[in-house]
């Protein structure tokens, strides 16, 4: 399992890209926080579901479905996963 609190940023990043290539065979030097999951880079509904059950076995971790909808960039993915690691109020 991924201790999503021991990573920074850019680590985190790198997970999230490393992981979106090896799940939809992308070139992963092709891939930025700008790239858009939907347009650039092609993935469906379906895909993107499939994205979420991963990163919950790998993090332990739900996306909200609230959170999962706004989602558009590798960026959002990796936003989504830092905010999962901070204290809820």
Do not use: C, H
Not at 3 to 27: H, K, N, P, R, Y
Not at 35 to 46: A, C, F, G, R, V
């Amino acid at each position: 399992m991924i201790d999503l609190t021991t990573m920074s940023g850019e680590q985190l990043q790198s997970w999230v890209i490393d992981l979106l290539a090896e799940m939809f065979e992308l070139d992963k030097a092709s891939l930025t926080a700008e790239s858009n999951l939907y347009e650039d880079l092609d993935i469906d509904s379906i895909d993107a579901v499939d994205l979420a059950v991963k990163l919950k076995q790998l993090t332990g971790k739900r996306l909200q479905p609230e959170v999962f909808k706004t989602i558009r960039t590798i960026g959002d993915v990796v936003d989504a996963l830092a905010g999962m690691t901070e204290p809820v109020a």
